[in-house]
Nanobody, 124 residues
Framework: QVQLAESGGGLAQAGGSLRLSCAAS???????GGWFRQPPGKEREFVAA????????YYADSVKGRFTISGDNAKRTVYLQMNSLKPEDTAVYYC??????????????????WGQGTQVTVSS
């Protein structure tokens, strides 16, 4: 079993930055890690994912060029650096881990383990 714990959420002004962290514990075998978010009243959506072997990375079009996902295998931690934040980035952000091929990395169904979520609020 894999346990994931996010940290680093909070309040930021538009144009500002936040850095989210996700620490894994327990049986940490996974093929990739990812970040999803759920804006108020909307469905949970894909944000970014990184594959441990080979470093393949995907981003949602809405965050490309502003967000950066990275991972530290030694610390079993995944990060999401969020720059140039916009009010529409306001959401609960979830980290996740999964086992599968690269076609699964952008789908919620491709992830078996989820964190509890951390709130990110961007004010205009």
């Amino acid at each position: 079993q894999v346990q994931l714990a996010e940290s680093g959420g909070g309040l930021a002004q538009a144009g500002g930055s936040l850095r989210l962290s996700c620490a894994a514990s327990g049986r940490t075998f996974s093929s990739y890690g990812g970040w999803f978010r759920q804006p108020p009243g909307k469905e949970r959506e894909f944000v970014a994912a990184i594959r441990w072997s080979g470093g393949l990375i995907y981003y949602a079009d809405s965050v490309k060029g502003r967000f950066t996902i990275s991972g530290d295998n030694a610390k079993r931690t995944v990060y999401l650096q969020m720059n140039s934040l916009k009010p529409e980035d306001t959401a609960v952000y979830y980290c996740a881990a999964g086992v599968g091929d690269m076609t699964s990395m952008r789908r919620r169904s491709g992830y078996s383990y989820w964190g509890q979520g951390t709130q990110v609020t961007v004010s205009s």
